[in-house]
């Protein structure tokens, strides 16, 4: 039996874990070629985990051809002793990574929210309601796409809150935005082989973007090609000139850069999709819950009249990183295919805690918890967009009154890397803008993501000053 080392900690799906340490025992020669691997059934029962996940982990070797399905007889590693003698460049092990880890007086993540204002009580009494004897249908095996009563859920608010209509039906429930990204890949494969499409997989993305979807996408194939932001957003003009059929955006808050896409950008987005069948636009809708200015920004989903916008949405932000739910709406012309070839995979999430997220979704508990952490987030923003001044015209912001994070770009002539370790020498953690660029930033001024949501008032007030006293000398006017 495989003793495979699982981080419930990390933020890498579980499926993912698996499926990489099976993928790196076979290419370093751990396991031979023709070696049986266990059955799903037995794997999920030693490592203590649901079956769908060593299911998933399964599915992604075969399809990447790291291991082959012989039917009555279980899973065999494949005949790739080519690729295991290949010798592999020394890497850096977890542990000498852990034990190289710093302490920071200030965190300015702007990944992290702020954990604090989790609704502890009622998360709680909806865990307790879903434990009692009539709610035994909970354990046995739900609907593949996720549980209607979900979905409906979903359904009705993204109509409400984001201006999208679209029926249960067309909504498939994932463990969080990369799992969903994956199937994604794999239903545009599908689309590739029906329409008997054997030109290479091109797929546009903003540059710079939200790098995890960029390494999905490039590791399931697909050429991605960088396409230049400005003011209002990607440049559509640029799109035009790519043979892609497909683009992935961040429209109501560009990431990282924050930009709105206003709505002509937008017409212009769905006129280029519309000129060919095979056109589909991604959108991550992340962070919209969150605008401290103006009116709330619809998704670009609610103005698609000729189904060619996928959305995505995921409940990571707004409640917390561990509720590992996302969710996906496809077009009807996606979903047709989606049931063909996709539909036997299961829902990768509980159905507790699908149970606890519908509740907390029609029960009203989310709205109020929403109304909440926006108030708690805008005092922060608003805070640290004071506490600035104290650079004075030393730096630029940009990005402001949306999302968990500015982007400010320092007036010095370090380079990103210098100012980071500048501040981390210092106790102050930064995370600079370089690392979300495909290709290279041709800025000429560092930029960092400051984040605010982790931090309290105080530190955000001790920090940015804290922080201002180690730049000031390296800044100028």
């Known amino acids: 039996m495989l003793s495979i080392p699982i981080d419930i900690e990390s933020s890498v799906p579980m499926y993912e874990q698996i499926y990489s340490y099976i993928k790196n ?19 999920a029962a030693h490592l203590n985990i649901s079956r769908n996940t060593v299911d998933m982990a399964y599915s992604q070797l075969v399809s990447e051809g790291y291991i082959e399905a012989i039917p009555k007889s279980g899973f065999y590693v494949a005949a790739i002793s080519a690729l295991a003698s290949i010798p592999l460049m020394p890497v850096t092990r977890k542990e000498e990574k852990k034990e190289e880890k710093k302490s920071f007086h200030y965190d300015f993540s702007p990944f992290a929210i702020d954990i604090n204002s989790f609704p502890y009580n009622i998360w709680r009494k909806l ?5 009692n004897e009539y709610n035994n249908e909970l354990f046995l ?6 549980d209607e009563a979900l979905r409906t859920a979903i359904a009705g608010y993204l109509y409400s809150s984001r201006g999208v209509i679209c029926s249960p039906e067309q909504i498939i429930v994932g463990a969080g935005t990369d799992y969903l990204l994956l199937l994604l890949s794999r239903l545009f494969f599908w689309q590739k082989f029906e329409a008997e499409n054997t ?33 209002n957003g990607i440049c559509v ?16 808050h560009q990431y990282p850069l924050g930009v709105v896409m206003p709505v002509k950008r937008r017409q212009e987005l769905l006129s280029w999709a519309s000129l060919k069948r095979e056109r589909y636009i991604i959108e991550d809708d992340h962070d919209s819950e ?36 996302g969710y996906m709406v496809l077009p009807e012309e996606l979903l047709i295919l989606y049931k063909k070839h996709l539909g036997m995979f299961s829902s990768t999430v509980s159905r507790v805690d699908q149970y606890i997220i519908t509740h907390f979704l029609s029960d009203g508990y989310f709205e109020r918890h929403l109304n909440k952490i926006r108030t708690l987030y805008k005092n922060k923003h608003d805070l640290l967009l004071q506490t600035l001044k104290i650079f004075h015209d030393r730096i630029i912001i940009e990005g402001e009154h949306a999302g968990l994070h500015l982007v400010v770009y320092f007036k010095t002539s370090l380079t990103e890397k210098e100012l980071l370790d500048l501040a981390a020498g210092n106790g102050i953690r ?7 660029y495909i290709t ?17 008032e105080e530190e955000i007030k001790k920090g940015t000053l804290a922080l201002y006293e180690v730049l000031k000398d390296f800044i100028t006017v």
């Open 25 to 43: 025992e076979i290419k370093d020669g751990r396991l031979s070629e023709h070696y049986k691997l266990p059955s799903a059934r037995s794997l």
């Open 127 to 131: 865990s307790k309601d879903c434990m």
């Open 141 to 146: 095996l739900g609907d593949s796409k996720g």
């Open 199 to 231: 030109a290479p997989a091109l797929m546009a993305m903003e540059n710079p973007t939200y790098k995890r979807a960029y390494e999905i996408f490039t590791g399931m194939q697909f050429e991605v090609l960088p396409i230049e932001l400005d003011q």
């Open 237 to 252: 003009g640029s799109l035009f000139k790519t043979k892609a059929d497909i683009v992935y955006v961040t429209p109501s």
């Open 290 to 325: 969150f605008r401290y200015k103006g009116k709330p920004i619809p998704a670009l989903k609610g103005m698609d009249s000729l189904g060619k916008v996928i959305y995505l949405g995921t409940f990571s932000r707004a409640i917390a990183p561990a509720i590992r739910v």
């Open 430 to 436: 930064l995370y600079g803008l370089n690392r979300h």
């Open 440 to 456: 290279p930033n041709t800025g000429t001024l560092p930029g960092i993501l400051l984040g605010y949501a982790n931090l309290s």
